[in-house]
């Protein structure tokens, strides 16, 4: 983190005719922390960045001096991790990744954590939703908009085919692949939406093509679930046994054989076969991460 930030602050204020105190009263504050950023004593508090860069006139990227990777990485820390976040931290955010997206080398990046940002307020807004809908039932147990409210909120199953298909993601996955036909994950996501509509006989066809280019043990997966939507849970099960024959070193195999189980209720089978995943599966090599810090002309490095 920059330590020079202080000094910034400072010229910014100066250079717009401000006090310490007018700054801070602007900000709902005291004279005295607007001192300590300036003295590099602390740093503002992310809550009032947004706040803080308008009356200063510069963007939060230019007044947090951080590296664009830093900010990114922070944004997509704090989406993963953080189960509520603030209508100031979103607002930082979600500025930040707009202002960064005329960058073509992070275009991508950018839409995504604005997509991810986005479905973390939606989640956020699911839990007081179905709070709601709970209370609702206790003064009126019979109302039916309240059980489909809670339905809704808590990502329920929907009976009604004609609002359950999944025929918009389908359409658009099948231009997708059309137009990208060696990203294979496409490929998954389209079987996907295919199987859980029920539309076994274009996933056959997806699932070869899938296998041209990315042979493995998606095509036993694939392929069992496939059997089992059709009713064939025999040929499931020996189609999903198969995959961990042939890959018995892949934890992903064995990992999603105790998927398929799971959702089968055999959570003894299921159980086994994740156990046996983690087993497998490789551990992550943790490397010390170092940082600068300059402060009053010295440099510590941590």
Same mark, same amino acid.
């Given at each position: 983190?920059?330590?020079?930030?202080?000094?910034?602050? #400072?010229?910014?204020?100066?250079?717009?005719?401000?006090?310490?105190?007018?700054?801070?009263?602007?900000?709902?504050?005291? &004279?005295?922390?607007?001192?300590?950023? /300036?003295?590099?004593?602390?740093?503002?508090?992310?809550?009032?960045?947004?706040?803080?860069?308008?009356?200063?006139?510069?963007?939060?990227?230019?007044?947090?001096?951080?590296?664009? @990777?830093?900010?990114? /990485?922070?944004?997509?820390?704090?989406? &993963?991790?953080?189960?509520?976040? &603030?209508?100031?931290?979103?607002?930082?955010?979600?500025?930040?990744? =707009?202002?960064?997206?005329?960058?073509?080398?992070?275009?991508?990046?950018?839409?995504?954590?604005?997509?991810?940002?986005?479905?973390?307020?939606?989640?956020?807004?699911?839990?007081?939703?179905?709070?709601?809908? =709970?209370?609702?039932?206790?003064?009126?147990? @019979?109302?039916?908009?309240?059980?489909?409210?809670?339905?809704?909120?808590?990502?329920?199953?929907?009976?009604?085919? +004609?609002?359950?298909?999944?025929? =918009?993601?389908?359409?658009?996955?099948?231009?997708?692949?059309?137009?990208?036909?060696?990203?294979?994950?496409?490929?998954?996501?389209?079987? +996907?939406?295919?199987?859980?509509?029920?539309?076994?006989?274009?996933?056959?066809?997806?699932?070869?093509?899938?296998?041209?280019?990315?042979?493995?043990?998606?095509?036993?997966?694939?392929?069992?679930?496939?059997? #089992? /939507?059709?009713?064939?849970?025999?040929?499931?099960? +020996?189609?999903? #046994?198969?995959?961990? /024959?042939?890959?018995?070193?892949?934890?992903?195999?064995? &990992?999603?054989?105790?998927?398929?189980?799971?959702?089968?209720?055999?959570?003894?089978?299921?159980?086994?076969?994740?156990?046996?995943?983690?087993?497998?599966?490789?551990?992550?090599?943790? #490397?010390?991460?170092?940082?600068?810090?300059?402060?009053?002309?010295?440099?510590? =490095?941590?």
């Amino acid at each position: 983190m920059n330590i020079e930030m202080g000094k910034k602050i #400072k010229l910014l204020r100066l250079q717009k005719g401000m006090t310490q105190e007018v700054l801070a009263g602007r900000l709902n504050m005291s &004279s005295q922390a607007v001192s300590k950023w /300036e003295n590099s004593v602390t740093l503002p508090d992310i809550q009032i960045l947004p706040e803080l860069s308008v009356l200063l006139g510069v963007t939060i990227d230019e007044l947090f001096a951080l590296p664009d @990777d830093t900010h990114l /990485e922070r944004i997509g820390i704090m989406i &993963s991790k953080e189960q509520s976040i &603030s209508a100031e931290d979103f607002r930082y955010a979600e500025s930040f990744l =707009k202002e960064k997206l005329s960058d073509t080398g992070k275009t991508a990046q950018c839409l995504t954590l604005l997509a991810q940002l986005h479905i973390h307020r939606v989640e956020e807004h699911r839990g007081l939703a179905s709070h709601y809908a =709970k209370e609702a039932l206790i003064h009126a147990p @019979d109302s039916k908009d309240a059980h489909n409210a809670l339905r809704d909120a808590e990502n329920g199953p929907v009976f009604d085919w +004609n609002c359950s298909n999944h025929h =918009k993601l389908i359409g658009y996955y099948k231009s997708f692949v059309a137009e990208h036909p060696d990203h294979w994950r496409s490929y998954v996501w389209l079987l +996907n939406y295919l199987i859980a509509d029920g539309r076994c006989a274009e996933a056959r066809g997806m699932l070869e093509s899938l296998n041209a280019i990315r042979p493995g043990y998606l095509y036993q997966l694939y392929g069992g679930l496939i059997c #089992k /939507e059709e009713g064939n849970l025999t040929q499931a099960l +020996n189609l999903w #046994k198969q995959m961990t /024959e042939l890959y018995p070193e892949d934890w992903i195999a064995w &990992s999603a054989r105790g998927d398929c189980m799971a959702k089968l209720g055999r959570y003894d089978e299921a159980i086994e076969y994740y156990a046996r995943g983690d087993d497998l599966q490789p551990r992550p090599v943790w #490397k010390p991460y170092r940082i600068s810090i300059r402060f009053r002309g010295n440099t510590w =490095k941590l």
